[in-house]
């Protein structure tokens, strides 16, 4: 009876720390894959739509991307 409540506890550890490496290594693979958005995106963004944005202009689509995280 101890030892199978001692099995499910230590099953239990193993599956926690498991599921925190693997989800680490998979938001890790997912992140290098897929870059958080930066000022350069945003600025290439506005440029492909055929206008220049300025530097004001740049931090306030950051300010608001950030806002909504």
């Known amino acids: 009876m101890l030892a199978n409540i001692l099995y499910l506890i230590g099953g239990l550890v193993v599956g926690i720390i498991l599921g925190f490496l693997i989800s680490r290594f998979i938001t890790k693979k997912y992140m290098t894959k897929n870059p958080p958005i930066n000022e350069k995106m945003i600025e290439a963004m506005m440029s492909s739509m055929g ?19």
């Open 51 to 69: 206008r220049k944005p300025s530097q004001k202009q740049i931090n306030q689509v950051m300010r608001e991307m950030n806002r909504y995280k």
